[in-house]
């Protein structure tokens, strides 16, 4: 059995940070990536992963991210979680350098890696069976809301990033996954949207029972991977159970209804 070999980004925090404890805890080597090259090397002398930092957003930067994974070992999967949201406005009211800067984390950062590391995972499928690819969407990608206009175009560019990948590797002992998740309580995906403002951020969260944790997504990101290598979970939709849709969230407790018949 080959020890296989994930690449997974934003690593730094959330659901990226959670990936790469949920791979190392199952046995796979871990190539952690994120621009804040302390916390990376916190990470990685607690969990025994690698860590490489880079700005995803740098064209050269992911040009040199490359080359050091080629040079290190053979990649098995691309985990691609980096991203994240900037601004509430609306259209009209929306600000152009947020949104470039979301389609620039979201969009590109994913094209750029996929051109980058496809090759590596074509090196590893040929030798070992099969290599994966998972990205992180949301469920913004899905639904629209007001005031996420810039958040939901560019997930859903993701996304539909990811299908057309799916069908062009047709033929190609190499899995594409997309899992979308909804409401998930991290320490700075809301609080950098919201600009720094923390009570704003946890106002997002107040009165919601169990919110996801990155750890939950972090473990359905790890079963698509150790999933026998016939299965690919083309897109998994995850929410907390007080959220039934991207628009419909309930606060308080949940109890069993006693008003039915």
Known sequence: ???????????????????????????????????????LAA???ETGASAIACDLT??????????????TGPVHALVQ??????????????????????????????????AGILPLLRKAAAADGHADTVFVTSTAAQTPYPGGAGYNAAKAAETMLVKVLRQE????PIRVV???????????FTLNRLGGDSVAAEAVYAGVEEPLLAEDVADVIAYALNAPRRVNLDLITMRPV????????????LHVRTDVD
Do not use: C, K, Y
Not at 20 to 38: H, N
Not at 100 to 114: K, Y
């Open 1 to 39: 059995m080959v020890n296989r070999r994930a690449v997974v980004t934003g690593a730094s925090t959330g659901i990226g940070e959670a990936t790469v404890r949920a791979l190392r805890a199952q046995g796979w080597d871990v190539v952690g990536v994120a621009r804040r090259e302390q916390r």
């Open 178 to 188: 997309e899992v979308a998740p909804g409401m998930v309580h991290t320490e700075e």
């Open 43 to 45: 990470l990685a002398a």
């Open 58 to 71: 740098d064209s050269d930067a992911v040009d040199a991210l490359v080359r050091e994974l080629e040079r």
């Open 169 to 172: 590797l047709n033929g190609e």
């Open 81 to 114: 979680v980096a991203g994240g949201a900037r601004g509430t406005d609306s259209v009209e009211g929306g600000s152009v350098s947020d949104w470039q800067w979301m389609f620039d984390a979201n969009v590109l950062s994913t094209q750029r890696l996929v």
């Open 242 to 253: 007080a959220q039934s849709a991207q628009h419909l969230l309930a606060r308080g407790p």
